[in-house]
């Protein structure tokens, strides 16, 4: 089955991952096996509420075209995820593919328990068919530590050991991320709490609005520092941070991660809950944007949700985000560039536009019958990217005032600093996903709705600036 949206729907977005209809929020379990990725997902498939979650799942062979899959997880009646197959990850346990997930019972209250399910055949390589085992292998939070929120496990290896996150909320308003020692998955021991929001970096860079991290994810970095990505829930989903740093063995058992720089894992308003795929060379990532839209024109709609493209990421010398669109994205692109110089060019319903600017560039985007204008800014010499949405509105308490991001000067070692000042942005637009790539530093991830009355027309303004820009193709295949 394609992924292609119905054509009478111009907000829905055809090339990123979403089910054809009703529900979807977090990527869950990206998974390499056999040659194909598999990318499951949260997903209500009667309603586009959260509401009766189970695991969607599409598989792809090259991160570009998607083929969907029968549902991976539903709830059990009766059994620990009667009310919810909430996130988790996939494994490999001795060649079986393996979900790791947050089981969520008729009282639940907060607490989910961590379940596993089996794919029935490994040999399969769509992987349709998956077997819950009947009880789950955590019960819920350790004792002691007055957890009020747990769920989201996320299974990781250091030093040849296989080791698991689990997302955390202490009742006194404290944020943390519960460490497991799983070498056996039917058998898990609590090795501690390995970060919380008391860790002065995450304090200074997270502030104590959230009372929970959500989904947390581990990679390693190529320079052999570590990532740890949190989801920040403040009652409702709020945002996403990262932190990276060393993680070291305490000779007691567990980890220890010490981090040394946090900041923001996108500076938009409509992603959250990422997940990631570590990689021999790389590390991929996926994340949620959610609707941001009155629950009415989404239920008119009958769709909610879209994952976003997958990104590569990694983190710089000084410590900060490294974050790239994946390359198999250009498999996407037509063949020849609906624009490939500073001008005006109408603009289709999904594109990919890069523009370098040596001196400040606006890129017009939007333009309303008013002469409101949905906008990106671009500043080389100040070092900023600015999108402005202009007079496109959008519901959440998080408001449209412009999102500034300050791109660090920092440069790698080896790497000739260029006698020109550039910053290049790249932008990828699919119905009403918009996400925006300042160089490899930083995202900026939102929802922008077109009216029938807007004019989607590029129109680049500045001195000296490179553009190309593809409209995307629809699937060969999928």
């Known amino acids: ?138 019960g819920g939070p350790p004792p002691g530590l007055d957890v009020v929120m747990f769920r989201d496990p996320f299974v990781f290896r250091h030093d040849g050991r296989r080791w698991a996150l689990v997302g955390a909320g202490h009742a006194d308003g404290t944020p943390s991320v519960l ?23 995450a304090a200074g860079a997270f502030g104590d609005r959230a009372v929970g991290w959500e989904c947390p994810q581990l990679y390693a970095t190529r320079n052999g520092e570590w990532v740890l990505v949190v989801s920040l829930w403040d009652a409702d989903p709020w945002t996403t ?18 981090a040394r720089h946090a ?44 994952l976003t493209a997958p990104r590569v990421v990694d983190v710089h010398t000084d410590g900060s985000l490294r974050v790239a669109p994946a390359p198999e994205l250009e498999l996407l692109r037509a063949p020849e560039p609906f624009v490939a110089a500073p001008g005006r060019a109408a603009l289709p319903e999904a594109y990919d536009l890069t523009v370098t600017a040596r001196a400040r560039t606006t890129l017009s985007l939007l333009r ?19 999108l402005d949405r202009g007079g496109w509105p959008r519901t959440g308490a998080e408001g449209t005032a412009p999102v500034v991001v300050r791109v660090p000067r920092a440069t790698e070692p080896g790497v000739r600093q260029s006698r020109e000042t550039e910053l290049e942005v790249r932008v990828l637009v699919d119905g009403s996903l918009y996400e925006v790539f300042v160089a490899d530093r930083a995202t900026v991830t939102e929802r922008v709705y077109r009216r029938p009355d807007d004019l989607a027309e590029l129109v680049v303004a500045g001195p000296d600036a490179d553009v190309g820009g593809w409209a995307l193709s629809p699937p060969a295949h999928g």
Do not use: K
Not at 247 to 258: D, H
């Open 368 to 386: 309303s019958a008013s002469g409101a204008e949905l906008r990106v800014c671009v500043d080389p010499q100040e070092g900023t990217v600015t």
């Open 241 to 258: 941070g990262y932190l990276t740093g060393r993680l070291t063995s305490t000779g007691e058992g567990g980890l220890r991660f010490t």
């Open 179 to 201: 460490l497991y020692d799983c070498g056996d998955l039917s058998r898990w021991r609590f090795a501690g709490v390995l970060l919380d929001g008391t860790d002065p970096v």
């Open 1 to 138: 089955m394609s992924l292609a949206a119905p054509p009478r729907d111009p907000h829905a977005p055809r090339f990123r991952v979403r089910p054809p209809a009703n529900w979807i929020n977090d990527p869950n379990g990206p998974f390499h096996w056999r040659g194909r990725y598999h990318l499951f997902y949260q997903h209500n498939p009667h309603a586009p509420v959260h509401a009766d979650i189970h695991w969607g799942h599409v598989s792809s062979a090259d991160l570009a075209h998607w083929e969907h899959h029968p549902i991976a997880l539903a709830p059990t009646p009766g059994g620990p995820d009667e009310a919810g197959c909430w996130s988790g990850c996939v494994v490999d346990d001795g060649g079986v593919p393996t979900a790791v997930y947050t089981g969520i019972d008729r009282d639940h209250a907060g607490l989910g328990t961590i379940c596993l399910a089996r794919a029935a055949d490994p040999d399969d390589l769509s992987l349709a068919e998956w077997r819950t085992l009947p009880a789950p292998v955590v």
């Open 263 to 306: 900041g923001p894992l996108d500076h938009g308003r409509d992603f959250y809950a990422p997940a990631v795929l570590q990689e021999a060379d790389r590390t991929l990532l996926w994340g949620w944007s959610w609707e941001a839209r009155t629950a009415g024109e989404t239920e008119r709609a009958g769709w909610a949700g879209v």
